[in-house]
């Protein structure tokens, strides 16, 4: 883990880790990517002594502007409304919309192991005037801010705009609110109809105190205010916040000029792409943060967002194919490399890092024994768990050698629950495998070399002992090369004569999860050498 532990190389002093989300609707996957790297540079801080604070902010007086998340008839109502007004939607006794939606983005965080030591809602920090110095600030100085919007964005306010917005005192919207006059106490508004086209304004208009959560300030001087008021030191963003001229370069000019204090060190990080689209935006099935995460384990997941690099785009596609089962494998070769095993091909920089950085637990002896325990491959547990007389422990001791530990166990149990949950989700239809209790129609296209080759096998596994995956698999190689059968076209042979089809898991450890006189059978009546009984 270069990257973070360069990065906390760098720094020194007191460090506060902030990040902020609009708690605007349900969030999918590719946003966790902030918040694991965030939680990966505060382990980093941490372990090189420095006093470090994790905050996270849930900017719930933002206005509401996803209309598709609304009941109809809340609509005209809703719309423009700070977040932490509208009611909740989904009725299930939230205090707000926007408890709901951060309660749930909440909860995904705690699984995933990573804990700001404080949340704070801005709707609460507003209220308790903690804010008002900024405001009166901004206030003060706006001609200065429609001046850095013009310089650093291009962005030419008109010269009554003001940059802070009032929650209307009749309709309650605060997106369609404009600020034209400031007496250095109470500011002029108007709640214009059209200021916005997501959302109607009332028309009121009149002066009002903008102080103790009256009103809000625009996203980029709200950003550079939470960087003075927490003591914001290092802040990573998403690539498209940091773009020039973005979100980010206005807000680090605001807090420069404005609250004259140097904004806090940007770390900037690349998407998660679902299939190539960007996921932050994508409405596609299956991939919020709750339903991937109700698959893939809490480490398995922070590893898919720290295995590269955070300036590289990840492209993640589960639907539909192996991208689960094969982030599992490279977990599993990273634990083997971080336990001090040999590991075949390219390796990350220290995959002892990358393994601790990926684990729940911060205690090196906890990560220590995790990274050296027993793992049965992904794709091999989600076949042995479609076989209904499978002792999945048993089936893992003997891959293993020796009884399980109790961590094996744990991990061994881990591992059977997201094999089920991608076998109902996500896995691709040739990942549902059913021994066929008789034998298969597919026996009918073998040729006569299969068909050597298979009753060469029957013979050989009538004496042979034991029955591990890897003793089958070489058994399979052996008959095969001395039948002078292809590999590819021994292992169908293998398939049609127990699944029916051409294709399938790794035929050593498929016919390891069978009843070796069951198998024999099998492949004596496939090899055509006894009759089917049917
Ligand atoms: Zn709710
Ligand atoms: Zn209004």
């Known amino acids: 883990m270069d990257w973070a532990d360069e990065l906390a190389a760098s720094v020194s002093g007191l460090q506060v880790v902030n990040d902020s989300k609009t708690p605007s609707g349900t969030v999918h996957v ?90 704070y809602w801005m709707s609460d920090v507003y209220a308790s005037g903690d804010v008002d110095p900024y405001i009166r600030i901004a206030l003060d100085r706006a001609a200065r801010v429609r001046e850095i919007y013009r310089r650093v964005a291009n962005v030419q306010h008109p010269d009554e705009w003001h940059p802070v917005q009032v929650v209307c005192e009749v309709c309650g919207k605060v997106g369609t609110t404009i600020v034209t006059r ?82 806090p060190l940007n770390f900037p990080y690349e998407f998660l792409n679902i299939g190539g689209r960007k996921m932050s935006t994508s409405k596609g099935r299956g991939a919020t943060a709750h339903q991937m995460a109700d698959v893939v384990p809490p480490e398995q997941l ?36 971080a336990a001090g095993r040999e590991v075949k091909g390219t390796l990350p920089p220290s995959p002892e890092r990358l393994f601790a950085y990926a684990s729940l637990s911060t205690d090196p002896s906890v990560v220590a024994e995790r990274a050296a325990a027993a793992r049965l491959a992904f794709a091999h547990v989600a076949f042995l768990v479609q076989q209904p007389a499978t002792d999945l422990p048993s089936a893992a001791a003997a891959e293993k050698g020796s009884p399980l530990s109790a961590v094996d166990l744990e991990i061994l149990h881990e591992r059977e629950g997201a094999a089920r949950r991608w076998l109902e989700t996500y896995a691709p239809e040739d990942a549902r495998i059913r021994i066929q209790p008789s034998l298969p129609e597919a026996v009918g296209e073998l040729d006569d070399q299969q068909r050597a080759f298979l009753h060469a096998l029957a013979d050989d596994a009538r004496t042979a002992e034991g029955g591990l995956g890897a003793g089958w698999q070489e058994t399979i190689f052996r008959v095969a090369t001395a039948s002078g059968t292809p590999p590819g076209r021994a292992f169908e042979a293998i398939y049609r004569a127990f699944l029916g089809r051409t294709s399938g898991p790794r035929a050593g450890w498929l016919l390891a999860s069978l009843d070796r006189p069951f198998v024999v059978a099998r492949l004596d009546e496939a090899s055509g050498m006894v009759a089917a009984q049917a």
């Not at 900017?59 to 109809?72: F, I, N, R, S, W």
């Not at 590893?303 to 589960?318: Q, W």
């Not at 639907?319 to 977990?331: K, M, S, V």
């Open 302 to 337: 922070r590893f898919l967002f720290i295995r590269p690099r955070p300036n590289s785009v990840i492209e993640f596609d589960p639907e539909g194919t192996n991208a689960i089962p094969r982030l599992f494998d490279e977990f599993d070769r990273v634990a083997e490399a």
């Open 182 to 263: 400031w007496d250095g106490e109470r500011v002029y508004y108007e709640c214009r109809p059209d200021l916005v086209t997501w959302a109607t304004g009332c028309g009121h208009s009149g002066w009002v105190t903008p102080f103790g959560g009256r009103a809000k300030l625009g996203w980029n001087l709200e950003w550079a205010a939470q960087w003075s008021l927490f003591g914001v030191t290092i802040e990573p963003c998403g690539k498209d916040l940091s773009t020039a001229g973005g979100s980010r370069d206005r807000s680090d000019a605001i807090a420069r000029e404005i609250y004259e204090r140097e904004p």
């Open 30 to 119: 590719g946003s966790l990517r902030g918040p694991v790297i965030l939680d990966v540079i505060v382990r980093a801080l941490r372990a090189r002594g420095l006093d470090t604070t994790l905050l996270y902010g849930v900017d719930d007086l933002d206005p509401m502007d996803a209309q598709a998340l609304l009941t109809p008839d809340a609509i005209e109502r809703e719309m423009g409304r700070p977040l932490a007004h509208v009611p909740d939607q989904a009725g299930d006794g939230h205090a707000s919309y926007a408890r709901h939606h951060a309660g749930a983005f909440i909860a995904t965080f705690t699984g995933l192991g990573i804990e700001p030591d404080r949340y």
